[in-house]
Nanobody
Framework: QVQLVESGGGLVQPGGSLRLSCAVS????????MEWYRQAPGKQREFVAR???????NYADSVKGRFTISRDNPKNTVYLQMNSLKPEDTAVYFC??????????????WGRGTQVTVSS
């Protein structure tokens, strides 16, 4: 069994910062890509950022220059540093990871999400 648990969400004023964390636990052989998605009320879930095991990163255009994704491989944890937050960043943020449970068994797993609200 593999579990992902996000933390670090909350209420922040426009222009502020938050750091989200997502810890992966359970039966883990290795983790390939780790990603963050978000879903605002009434909207579809959208891609935010991804990081591969070697450190390569990709970002949605809407967060480039403001958000930074990083990972701690020994801790099986991914982070999302969010700066210069805007009201339109308000959403539930989900992490997902491509996990090899053994050398032959892999799957994609999702956390339950953490709420980020940007408001004055």
């Amino acid at each position: 069994q593999v579990q992902l648990v996000e933390s670090g969400g909350g209420l922040v004023q426009p222009g502020g910062s938050l750091r989200l964390s997502c810890a992966v636990s359970g039966s883990i052989f290795s983790i390939n890509v780790m990603e963050w998605y978000r879903q605002a009320p009434g909207k579809q879930r959208e891609f935010v950022a991804r990081i591969f095991s070697g450190g390569t990163t990709n970002y949605a255009d809407s967060v480039k220059g403001r958000f930074t994704i990083s990972r701690d491989n020994p801790k099986n944890t991914v982070y999302l540093q969010m700066n210069s937050l805007k009201p339109e960043d308000t959403a539930v943020y989900f992490c997902t990871a491509s996990v090899w449970k053994t050398a032959f068994e892999a799957g994609d797993y999702w956390g339950r999400g953490t709420q980020v609200t940007v408001s004055s």
